[in-house]
Nanobody, 119 residues
Framework: QVQLVESGGGLVQAGGSLRLSCAASGRTFSNYYIGWFRQAPGKGREFVAGINWGAGSTYHADSVKGRFTISRDNAKNTVYLQMNSLNSEDTAVYYC????????????WGQGTQVTVSS
């Protein structure tokens, strides 16, 4: 069973940076795709970035491109989301999720970590 645990959220001033971590366990993840999502108050869930764990290929949503970077550390079984130049629109609960790279639906989710950007 896949388990995902996020950490690294917090309160940061506009223009600042945070690095979120998603510690993964329960599987060998070389054939998995890990995504970061976020949900702001009163809004729907938004895909932020994703990484094919085995290939290392990444994708970033236009809203964060150039500011956020997803990466993975194979030795630590951890996926990171480096977030720079944060603004108030980035305030949300951030979740990591996992799916087999051959599938579309994410079937494992972490508990989320809150990111609050003060202006």
């Amino acid at each position: 069973q896949v388990q995902l645990v996020e950490s690294g959220g917090g309160l940061v001033q506009a223009g600042g940076s945070l690095r979120l971590s998603c510690a993964a366990s329960g599987r060998t993840f070389s054939n998995y795709y890990i995504g970061w999502f976020r949900q702001a108050p009163g809004k729907g869930r938004e895909f932020v970035a994703g990484i094919n764990w085995g290939a290392g290929s990444t994708y970033h949503a236009d809203s964060v491109k150039g500011r956020f970077t997803i990466s993975r550390d194979n030795a630590k079984n951890t996926v990171y989301l480096q977030m720079n130049s944060l603004n108030s629109e980035d305030t949300a609960v951030y979740y990591c999720a996992a799916r087999l790279a051959t599938l579309i639906k994410y079937d494992s989710w972490g508990q989320g970590t809150q990111v609050t950007v003060s202006s």
